[in-house]
């Protein structure tokens, strides 16, 4: 993923809660990390989501989720999530993720896509509910206009 692109890397350790009875992680953990990921990046770039979506009335809304697994993650090992947001329309959002071992191995790769929607959960177009969010948006990431 691009370092000057809209992007982050978090790093963690994976819980034993996140494993099965195998050792392995439990596959469905790697949404929670997409989650924890892409919250991160938005804050990291100052659009805490409490304060930047909800307290607006707003909410980022998965649309699809999907991960292709490549290598198994195990409790108690050290990962980093590279997190970068692929593309920002009026009504969507689609962030991308790799997931890397602590030998630097690519574990996972998956993405998520996401609609704005309001607190009567109807779909919205940013720029035309928004505008002085939408802009802000597109002055820390000019690069992901469409």
């Given at each position: 993923m691009s370092k000057?692109?809209?992007s982050d890397i978090m790093?963690?350790?994976v819980a034993?809660?996140?494993g099965d009875a195998a050792g392995i992680t439990y596959y469905a953990?790697?949404?929670?990390w997409f989650t924890d990921a892409y919250m991160k990046l938005l804050?990291?770039?100052?659009?805490s989501y409490m304060e930047t979506f909800h307290e607006r009335g707003l909410a980022l809304v998965c649309l699809k989720a999907d991960c292709e697994y490549k290598k198994m993650v195990r409790p108690l090992e050290k990962i980093t999530i590279h997190t970068k947001l692929a593309s920002l329309s009026r009504t969507r959002v689609l962030f991308?993720?790799?997931?890397?071992?602590?030998?630097g191995e690519l574990t996972a790769i998956g993405r998520t896509a996401h609609a704005f929607v309001n607190d009567r959960k109807r779909p919205v177009?940013?720029?035309?509910?928004?505008?002085?969010?939408?802009?802000a948006l597109h002055e820390k990431m000019p690069e992901q206009r469409r």
């Open positions: 000057t692109s809209f790093e963690r350790t034993w809660s996140d953990k790697n949404f929670e804050d990291k770039y100052g659009f991308m993720y790799q997931i890397y071992n602590q030998k177009n940013l720029q035309k509910s928004h505008p002085t969010l939408w802009r």
